[in-house]
Nanobody, 123 residues
Framework: VQLQASGGGLVQAGGSLRLSCTASGRTLRGGTLGWFRQAPGKEREFVTVVRENNAKYYADAVRGRFTISRDSAKNTIHLQMNSLKPEDTAVYYC??????????????????WGQGTQVTVSS
């Protein structure tokens, strides 16, 4: 399974970006699919996940601003990020696992990772 992330960039505070993550080698159906981020000098942290039953969970820091979605026809997940803040600056990674896990907020639960895409929010 290979995951290819895209869509990062530089945006001003209050702006929006949409990240995408396309899988090859396996359908995303039935998978637990997440986004994590890592800022310089910090540990990788959970952002959001869409579970195999399409339940969605968000970190407190992004709830209400970020939206995860799954496009099964394109074998892709998206992360719509609105009202971006400078503290959202990080490298964003998509991740996937099969079978499902209840520990979906732990990076160690995911064996498959995209290469990361940089998001920079200027103040």
């Amino acid at each position: 399974v290979q995951l290819q992330a895209s869509g990062g960039g530089l945006v001003q505070a209050g702006g929006s970006l949409r990240l995408s993550c396309t899988a090859s080698g396996r359908t995303l159906r039935g998978g637990t699919l997440g986004w994590f981020r890592q800022a310089p000098g910090k540990e990788r942290e959970f952002v959001t996940v869409v579970r195999e039953n399409n339940a969605k969970y968000y970190a407190d820091a992004v709830r209400g601003r970020f939206t995860i979605s799954r496009d099964s026809a394109k074998n892709t997940i998206h992360l719509q990020m609105n009202s971006l803040k400078p503290e959202d600056t990080a490298v964003y990674y998509c991740a996937a696992r099969w079978p499902h896990t209840v520990q979906h907020h732990y990076a160690s639960e995911y064996p498959y990772w995209g290469q990361g895409t940089q998001v920079t929010v200027s103040s």
